[in-house]
């Protein structure tokens, strides 16, 4: 009975850290796993269902490579464009470490440059990639930290483009998650990392097909398959252990999944219960989407001494509200509230917050969403602005002037009838006395 009044409290304690920090810190003897540090977000809000040590520094082996895809992504213009190998990026890596045997000189699509990269970890290809798309692999890897930065990667520094061991070169496993995040938005992505073979058909210096294997465990047919993983990335070295990215969807659910310092095969283990955990505790509640929910406020400018009137905005969320929830909870639950003015001053930016839209939960603040103007609207110029207030003044007079009338005739209405009624019953007076 004590064990079951205490698993219960300690539950409840639980589910309020939860809303209280929109992060489940699920305690060691509750959820163990064997990872030094590990991480679950939920894919499309960046909502924590778990984490374990999530910002501390390791080395991150080839998860190294899903921001040399990233980037890939964001600077390629067309996937047919052609990558060659420079003898930099062939003979720069280390002896004995991942390759696909890729020749000086040899050319490859930019799509079959990231099948080597992704499925076999080419490490040739990574160095050839990053000349493609900075030249030099030094710039490269200052564009990397660059975009790492921007996605909010707070304890991540890059030497290098694929993997090779540096002490200065390391991330966390919250940092891999953010990452991640942003490359699953790509198509092309997604359909790489879910690919179980590839073949590179010869080239002017290979008159043979390279076949490509993922490396991933999860969606290869054997002991650590999982029907919901779309894919990820391994890594691997002596000195990081075992790291692994994956990405895994369920119904409406989209699950991220980082585990780093690993040893064995307990790196699929523990990804395994992560996901378990993820798709059977918790649920995606779709609350408002952005075209459900419309505002129009007065935009106004400032005129010499007064303030006036000069424009309408529509007001709408800057994006989808979703959440994820513990199964207890359902979405009648929960409370929106908006906070917004009715005038806003110019000039208005279509991408800065003008109010906030907030998910309530038992008094408590789960979510909030910004309110944006639907478009820019400059400041005025003095001539223009000068005509809206002489308008605006005219249009003030005019309609003071029908106020008054109308106060005044209703006024003069009212003395008539009180005046008809008093006659009336001065007749009405008289004619009882004559009686």
């Known amino acids: 009975m004590k064990n079951t009044v205490k698993k219960f409290f300690t539950l409840l304690l639980l589910y309020i850290i939860m809303f209280l920090n929109s992060t489940i810190v699920i305690n060691a003897q509750d959820f163990e796993i064997f990872a030094p540090s590990a991480v679950l977000i939920d894919a499309k809000t960046g909502t924590i269902l778990f984490e374990k040590n999530k910002d501390e520094k390791h080395f991150p082996a080839s998860t190294t490579k899903i921001m040399t895809t990233l980037l890939t992504l964001e600077n390629c213009k067309n996937l047919e464009d052609k990558v060659k190998m420079s003898h930099n990026a062939i003979y720069s890596i280390e002896p004995g470490s991942s390759h696909i045997a890729m020749n000086e000189g040899e050319t490859l699509t930019v799509e079959q440059s990231l099948y080597g990269l992704l499925l076999a970890s080419a490490n040739e290809v990574a160095n050839a990639l990053a000349e493609y798309i900075s030249t030099n692999i030094n710039d490269f890897c200052k564009l990397m930290n660059e975009r790492a930065k921007q996605l909010g990667c707070k304890n991540t520094n890059f030497v290098n483009a694929h993997d090779f061991h540096n002490e200065n070169h390391y991330t966390s496993a919250y940092d891999l998650a953010l990452i991640m995040k942003e490359d699953i938005k790509y198509e092309e992505f997604n359909k790489i990392i879910s690919t179980k073979r590839y073949d590179i058909p010869p080239t002017e210096k290979q008159p043979e097909t390279r076949i490509l294997y993922n490396t991933n465990k999860m969606i290869q047919s054997g002991k650590y398959f999982n029907e919901n993983v779309i894919g990820g990335k391994t ?77 309408t905005v529509n007001i709408y969320p800057q994006k989808d509200i979703i959440l994820n929830l513990p199964d207890s ?13 009715e005038k806003i001053s110019a000039p208005v930016n279509k991408n800065k917050s003008v109010g906030q839209i907030s998910v309530i939960y038992k008094n408590q603040i789960l979510e909030k969403i910004n309110l944006v103007p639907e478009e820019n ?13 002489r308008n605006q003044v005219i249009h003030k007079i005019f309609f003071t002037s029908i106020k008054i009338l109308s106060y005044s005739a209703l006024f003069i209405g009212i003395i008539i009838i009180i005046a008809i009624l008093i006659r009336k019953f001065n007749i009405w007076r008289n004619k009882k006395r004559r009686r």
């Open 235 to 311: 890594g691997y070295t002596d000195e990081a252990g075992h790291t692994l990215v994956i990405y895994a969807k369920k119904n409406d659910m989209q699950l991220i999944s980082v585990v780093m310092a690993e040893e064995n095969s307990n790196a699929y283990l523990d990804t395994t219960k992560l996901l378990d955990y993820g798709f059977s505790k918790f649920h995606n509640v779709e609350l408002l989407k952005t075209n459900d929910y419309q505002k129009n406020c007065v935009v106004t400018q400032k005129y010499k001494n007064k303030t006036l009137d000069i424009d």
């Open 329 to 341: 909870i359902n979405k009648e639950d929960l409370k929106l509230t908006a906070k917004l003015p």
């Open 377 to 389: 609207i400059n400041v005025l110029d003095e001539k223009v602005i000068a005509k809206i207030n």
